[in-house]
């Protein structure tokens, strides 16, 4: 997330000015403390995101920093980078609250990874990685929408939430698939009992086994008493498994037991719990794919899966586009104080012309910044800041992959190295972005949204000669 707060505490200059230099280049707001004996006045006195800290400085050690912010500041997220490659240094940093461990020398793209995850997990995640959503208790959430595909599905959801099966949600980013969630809790003879929501994609690997299913005292360095996890937080109600592709697979392999039987036993724990709760999850994958690619197993695809429901994207119901905009425009005005209310038959054709990749998550941000633009309450067409350039992409969509070379290649040859292919595909477009830019490395890295460091890289890589460009 652009613009959050970096705090590095390390007390080599020139990796810290190198560091600070890539991630002012991201987005990131960042400050650096170089004597591990100033880090914790420091922090005491400053508001940050997320620190990322060296182990092994002059002064106090890196995990006594490391233990004072996960006893004071359990919010702030902590990277820890080190030289220092030991299993139980690492295990050790885990355990007192670090959210990675990521050895020296490290690739940047690797940490920026790695610093993406701990600010989503952060913003996201609330209770240590459990966004808890208590519903409210009076009606079931409403779904908007009038057409045949949002009445299928609605239909399929309040059929589902009276069985007592496990629910598949997939659709497309943007889709509503969280709004369906709660609306089958709702639905359930479940909704006075308690919703709880966690993003798998927010949730430690290290970690993600106690979180789930709690911990007894001992059971680790640093568990001095014994805590329940997610899953008993949901006793009786509802648990989603949001993004579940994210699960990796030595847990869906504990949890084909878990969905199963309803049983578990906490992390360091002999006794086995029973839990009676409603298991939803979603996606926007396509999971056989990732069966395919070995990254989900199929034994827990088919359990998780009992009922499946396909949320169609917002181009696939365009006929419910003008209640969705009306519906948008009254909440977000009474909550963000416009005084926008209406919008005008143009500007609605032409909302109804567009295809929305971002789906109904999309129509809402267009929709607040229209209303931001706006100077009446009627949002008119001039107002309409519409993403022409994936609208774009989205209707060449199909002609494209005709053009591209490697395609046609595969269905004359019957078989091509994909390695060897996207090689020149990646290859053709470095090229390109540095012809536009006169041979700019920066700038061309700034054209195809990667770092400069990770540009020098990939032409060295394909031996691309900038002046032959």
């Given at each position: 997330?652009?613009?959050?707060?970096?705090l590095?505490?390390?007390?080599?200059?020139?990796l810290?000015?190198l560091?600070?230099?890539?991630?002012?280049s991201?987005?990131?707001?960042?400050?650096?403390?170089?004597?591990?004996?100033?880090?914790?006045d420091?922090?005491?006195?400053?508001?940050?995101?997320?620190?990322?800290?060296?182990?092994?400085?002059?002064?106090?050690s890196?995990?006594?920093?490391?233990?004072?912010?996960?006893?004071?500041?359990?919010?702030?997220?902590?990277?820890?980078?080190?030289?220092?490659?030991?299993?139980?240094?690492?295990?050790?940093?885990?355990?007192?609250?670090?959210?990675?461990?990521?050895?020296?020398?490290?690739?940047?793209?690797?940490?920026?990874?790695s610093i993406?995850?701990?600010?989503?997990?952060?913003?996201?995640?609330?209770?240590?990685?459990?966004?808890?959503?208590r519903?409210?208790?009076?009606?079931?959430?409403?779904?908007?929408?009038?057409?045949?595909?949002?009445?299928?599905?609605?239909?399929?959801?309040?059929?589902?939430?009276?069985?007592?099966?496990?629910?598949?949600?997939?659709?497309?980013?943007?889709?509503?698939?969280?709004?369906?969630?709660?609306?089958?809790?709702?639905?359930?003879?479940?909704?006075?009992?308690?919703?709880?929501?966690?993003?798998?994609?927010?949730?430690?690997?290290?970690?993600?086994?106690?979180?789930?299913?709690?911990?007894?005292?001992?059971?680790?360095?640093?568990?001095?008493?014994?805590?329940?996890?997610?899953?008993?937080?949901?006793e009786?109600?509802?648990?989603?498994?949001?993004?579940?592709?994210?699960?990796?697979?030595?847990?869906?392999?504990?949890?084909?037991?878990?969905?199963?039987?309803?049983?578990?036993?906490?992390?360091?724990?002999?006794?086995?719990?029973?839990?009676?709760?409603?298991?939803?999850?979603?996606?926007?994958?396509?999971?056989?794919?990732?069966?395919?690619?070995?990254?989900?197993?199929?034994?827990?695809?088919?359990?998780?899966?009992?009922?499946?429901?396909?949320?169609?994207?917002?181009?696939?119901?365009?006929?419910?586009?003008?209640?969705?905009?009306?519906?948008?425009?009254?909440?977000?005005?009474?909550?963000?104080?416009?005084k926008?209310?209406?919008?005008?038959?143009?500007?609605?054709?032409?909302?109804?012309?567009?295809?929305?990749?971002?789906?109904?998550?999309?129509?809402?941000?267009?929709?607040?910044?229209?209303?931001?633009?706006?100077?009446?309450?009627?949002?008119?067409?001039?107002?309409?800041?519409?993403?022409?350039?994936?609208?774009?992409?989205?209707?060449?969509?199909?002609?494209?992959?005709?053009?591209?070379?490697?395609?046609?290649?595969?269905?004359?040859?019957?078989?091509?190295?994909?390695?060897?292919?996207?090689?020149?595909?990646?290859?053709?477009?470095?090229?390109?972005?540095?012809?536009?830019?006169?041979?700019?490395?920066?700038?061309?890295?700034?054209?195809?949204?990667?770092?400069?460091?990770s540009?020098?890289?990939?032409?060295?890589?394909?031996?691309?000669?900038?002046?032959?460009?």
């Amino acid at each position: 997330m652009k613009n959050s707060r970096i705090l590095i505490v390390d007390d080599d200059d020139t990796l810290c000015y190198l560091l600070k230099e890539e991630l002012i280049s991201e987005g990131y707001n960042v400050e650096i403390v170089y004597h591990s004996d100033k880090a914790i006045d420091f922090i005491k006195k400053t508001n940050h995101d997320l620190l990322l800290l060296d182990l092994e400085m002059d002064g106090i050690s890196g995990l006594e920093i490391l233990k004072y912010v996960k006893e004071n500041h359990p919010d702030l997220q902590v990277i820890v980078l080190t030289a220092n490659n030991n299993m139980r240094t690492a295990i050790e940093c885990i355990k007192n609250g670090a959210y990675d461990f990521i050895n020296k020398p490290y690739q940047f793209e690797q940490l920026q990874v790695s610093i993406e995850r701990a600010l989503a997990h952060k913003d996201l995640m609330v209770k240590n990685t459990v966004l808890t959503t208590r519903i409210n208790q009076t009606a079931p959430h409403k779904i908007i929408g009038e057409s045949e595909g949002i009445k299928n599905v609605i239909h399929l959801a309040e059929k589902a939430a009276r069985a007592d099966s496990n629910i598949l949600l997939q659709g497309e980013t943007g889709t509503g698939k969280e709004l369906f969630a709660e609306y089958v809790h709702k639905c359930s003879n479940r909704s006075e009992k308690p919703f709880v929501a966690i993003n798998c994609a927010s949730l430690p690997d290290q970690l993600i086994e106690s979180e789930l299913f709690g911990y007894v005292k001992g059971a680790y360095t640093g568990a001095n008493t014994t805590e329940k996890g997610i899953v008993e937080s949901a006793e009786k109600g509802t648990l989603v498994f949001d993004k579940v592709e994210f699960l990796p697979l030595d847990l869906q392999q504990k949890l084909i037991d878990f969905i199963e039987k309803k049983e578990f036993r906490r992390v360091g724990g002999r006794e086995v719990k029973k839990i009676d709760l409603k298991l939803i999850f979603t996606t926007q994958k396509n999971l056989f794919e990732e069966i395919g690619n070995n990254k989900m197993l199929d034994a827990f695809y088919y359990r998780i899966s009992t009922a499946s429901l396909n949320v169609p994207p917002l181009r696939k119901r365009k006929n419910d586009i003008p209640m969705l905009a009306n519906y948008l425009i009254k909440k977000n005005s009474s909550k963000l104080g416009y005084k926008t209310n209406l919008i005008s038959s143009v500007a609605l054709l032409k909302l109804m012309e567009y295809d929305f990749p971002g789906n109904i998550r999309e129509l809402e941000n267009i929709l607040i910044q229209s209303s931001l633009i706006s100077d009446s309450d009627v949002i008119k067409l001039e107002h309409l800041c519409l993403n022409t350039n994936k609208q774009n992409v989205l209707e060449r969509e199909i002609s494209e992959k005709e053009k591209i070379p490697c395609l046609s290649k595969l269905k004359k040859e019957g078989a091509i190295s994909l390695d060897d292919e996207l090689k020149i595909i990646e290859k053709a477009l470095i090229e390109e972005a540095l012809s536009m830019t006169g041979g700019q490395q920066v700038e061309a890295s700034r054209l195809l949204n990667v770092s400069e460091r990770s540009m020098r890289y990939r032409i060295g890589n394909l031996k691309i000669n900038r002046k032959d460009v």
